[in-house]
Structure formats: C-alpha cells, structure tokens
T-cell receptor, first 112, second 113 residues
Framework: DGGITQSPKYLFRKEGQNVTLSCEQNLNHDAMYWYRQDPGQGLRLIYYSQIVNDFQKGDIAEGYSVSREKKESFPLTVTSAQKNPTAFYLC???????????FGSGTQLSVL | AQSVTQLGSHVSVSEGALVLLRCNYSSSVPPYLFWYVQYPNQGLQLLLKYTSAATLVKGINGFEAEFKKSETSFHLTKPSAHMSDAAEYFCAVTRGGRRALTFGSGTRLQVQP
C-alpha cells in the first residue's frame, strides 16, 4: 500500500540532545512537508521541500534542520537550539502543483 | 499573507443534529481553501477543497462547505451528525506564491448520544 511512514511514534529527548524524526513516502510525490502541532495552535509549517536537494524554511524553522537527499525521504532533526520541542510532528507529501496533502500518523516528541 | 480563523475551538452537538464549523479567511488573491479532519493520534485527511470552481463543495462522509466571497467564509456543514464524526477539524488556505498550506487552529467536534 502507498503511504507515508513516520517513525518513531514516540520519541524522548534529553537536554542538549539532537534527535531525528524519520519520514518516508512511497507515493512518488515530489513535495514533502514538516508541520508541528501544539494544542490549540493548529499546525505550523517548519520546512518544506518541492524537489530533491532543495528545501525552504517555513514559519517556525529555528531550531530545526532537514535534508532531502532522496525523493522518498525527508528527515527532520530537532536540535538542542529548539528550546521547546515537545509537540506532535506531522510529515506530509503532495504531488507538485496539487494542494492535497497526504499525512503520516505523526511522532510525539517529549523532553525528559 | 493568507490566513484562516476558525471560530470556536470546541463544538458539541447531539447525534442527528446539524454540524456547523466556522472558518473565515484572509487573502489578497483568490484563495484555495480546504477542510481536513484529524482523528486521535493520527495524521490529517482531506475532507474537501475549493479551487474556484463551484462555490458549494461536497466532500467525503456527507460534509460540504460553501465558499462565500462577500463574507470571506468557508464554513463546513453536515446535516446530521454521527458519533463517528467526533474529531478535530482544520480549515486551511494556500499561501500566496507557495503551495504549502496555512492551517487554522482547529475545532474539536464532540457528538453526544
């Protein structure tokens, strides 16, 4: 079945630690996105990528980094510079030029 | 810049009652508007989208939304609520010049038996 796979489902970060969230899709979509979800604030865009080896900052990119070395993969690193990382992180993908997003099931990141 | 405002963070209806979830948008250009639904601990699923064709858009699970330019609104409705409709609903709009969506803060729908 085609879809988006996010792993792990739950992740814990220690102070000063970088952690990486995985996002893989087999939908052959060119565009991929990372959103952060906090209660009562909806989804906020962190980074997005329209094509391999290219990505743009979203609204809240500080403290995060991404790479897009392969079409099917768009990992997100939460760095130690992100002082409030506890949130639900959602990865999505789409066909370029189509605003319909396909979402993964999310990763809940918490700080120990 | 484009944005959406969802009025009411929580809405509670009785099973069989009308569902009305409100969304107003702000856009300097004709917008593309969307409604997504999120069930607990899951990602979002597209319910419906408006892309400047018919102003009344029908989506999945009996939901529909009407684009009203004069009111800058795109409210989501369903004639008769089911227990399975309990979820969080997000209105979204495209950002001018970019295809990444801007989401509203969400409305949690509760359906009482």
């Amino acid at each position: 079945d085609g879809g988006i796979t996010q792993s792990p489902k739950y992740l814990f970060r220690k102070e000063g630690q970088n952690v990486t969230l995985s996002c893989e899709q087999n939908l052959n979509h060119d565009a991929m996105y990372w959103y952060r979800q906090d209660p009562g604030q909806g989804l906020r865009l962190i980074y997005y990528s329209q094509i391999v080896n290219d990505f743009q900052k979203g609204d809240i990119a500080e403290g995060y980094s991404v790479s897009r070395e392969k079409k099917e993969s768009f990992p997100l690193t939460v760095t130690s510079a992100q002082k409030n990382p506890t949130a639900f992180y959602l990865c999505a993908s789409s066909v370029t030029g189509d605003e319909k997003l396909f979402f993964g099931s999310g990763t809940q990141l918490s700080v120990l | 810049a484009q944005s959406v405002t969802q009025l009411g963070s929580h809405v509670s209806v009785s099973e069989g009652a009308l569902v009305l979830l409100r969304c107003n948008y702000s856009s300097s250009v004709p917008p593309y508007l969307f409604w997504y639904v999120q069930y607990p601990n899951q990602g979002l699923q597209l319910l419906l989208k408006y892309t400047s064709a018919a102003t009344l858009v029908k989506g999945i699970n009996g939901f529909e939304a009407e684009f009203k330019k004069s009111e800058t609104s795109f409210h989501l409705t369903k004639p008769s609520a089911h227990m399975s409709d309990a979820a969080e609903y997000f209105c979204a709009v495209t950002r001018g010049g970019r295809r990444a969506l801007t989401f509203g803060s969400g409305t949690r729908l509760q359906v009482q038996p």
